[in-house]
């Protein structure tokens, strides 16, 4: 707002009429801009050791499988839902994990092989693994696993659940990078492998009560190959490829997943001796919530 001139004096002569105007006209000289408070710095996204050092889980997983050919027609449905305690220790580069289950209830209903079902009873031990600072698994120890438990999760597939490929780099909102993930799991009956190629995304940034969760969007390209053990009645090999996205929640703070939800649509084909391909459809789903 323009300050008004003070009142002149009344007989200072041309002179003083002239210093009492220069002292008491506005100034040209605009005013300073008022602070403005910096931006938040970017936080590094790797995965250091978490605050507190242990972390809970629920994870719910879902897969339901449609063959539809000529001469094959069939449903093939798995699901689990398991509570994994965690325990970290820093380990030069990397954390070194100890993981037990606590809770877990799993099934695969297949026509050609019948129902399988597991539970507690079918896990002996826990899953000791590195994890590096970008995100990947390296498993050191396994628990015992029976035929049932591999069937229904596979061997090192529920640790690797848990963990999310990062930048071990700081990253604001539109930052994005891309991972390849390639694993092998070798079952009872089948040696499967899955590739994925995960393009990432900081989508959004929130503070609350002091802290600082980013949303992670990822879109996973992903292709699965199951191939029948050569000792099985009926040699086959399943392939699948499509896209699945997540989208995750990651606490700055404590330095660690908060959650995630996972789905997507496959498609391919099931190659069986003496009947040609048969084609496939799925549906997944994977939901992980810190406790």
């Known amino acids: 707002m323009t300050r008004r001139p003070a009142a002149f004096p009344r007989s200072p002569g041309w002179a003083g009429l002239g210093a009492a105007i220069a002292l008491t006209a506005p100034s040209c000289t605009p005013p300073p801009e008022p602070a403005q408070a910096a931006p938040a710095a970017a936080p590094t ?4 050791l978490p605050l507190g050092s242990r ?15 000529e001469r094959v027609r069939f449903t093939t449905q798995a699901a689990y839902s398991a509570l994994v305690r965690m325990r970290f220790r820093s380990a030069a580069d990397s954390l070194l994990v100890d993981a037990s289950l606590t809770e877990f209830e799993g099934s695969l209903v297949n026509p050609t092989t019948g129902a399988v079902h597991a539970t507690l009873a079918d896990i002996d031990g826990e ?19 029976s035929d049932a438990f591999r069937a ?6 529920l640790l690797r659940t848990l963990f999310l490929p990062l930048p071990d780099a700081p990253a604001g909102v539109g930052a994005q990078w891309v991972d390849t993930l390639r694993t092998t799991d070798e079952g009872a009956r089948t040696r499967q492998t ?15 009560a002091g802290r600082t969760v ?18 099985t ?28 939800r996972a789905t997507g649509m496959l498609s391919g084909q099931l190659e069986v001796e003496g009947l040609g391909p048969v084609p496939l459809s799925a549906d997944v789903m994977r939901e992980v919530v810190g406790r």
């Open 214 to 231: 980013l949303i992670l969007e990822s879109v996973i390209e992903t292709e699965l190959e199951a191939v029948s053990r050569a000792e």
């Open 233 to 260: 009645d009926e040699p086959s090999t399943q392939v699948l490829r499509g896209t699945i996205r997540r989208r995750a929640e990651w606490d700055a703070g404590l330095r660690r997943l908060v959650r995630y």
């Open 45 to 48: 996204l790797a995965q250091t």
């Open 55 to 69: 972390a809970t889980y629920q994870v719910t997983d879902s897969v339901r499988i449609e063959a539809d050919g």
């Open 127 to 145: 899953w000791t693994a590195t994890v590096d600072r970008r995100g990947r698994v390296t498993p050191i120890e396994l628990p015992a696993l």
């Open 152 to 157: 229904v999760v596979g061997t090192e597939d």
């Open 194 to 208: 899955a590739t994925h190629i995960v393009s990432t995304r900081v989508a959004e940034r929130a503070e609350a």
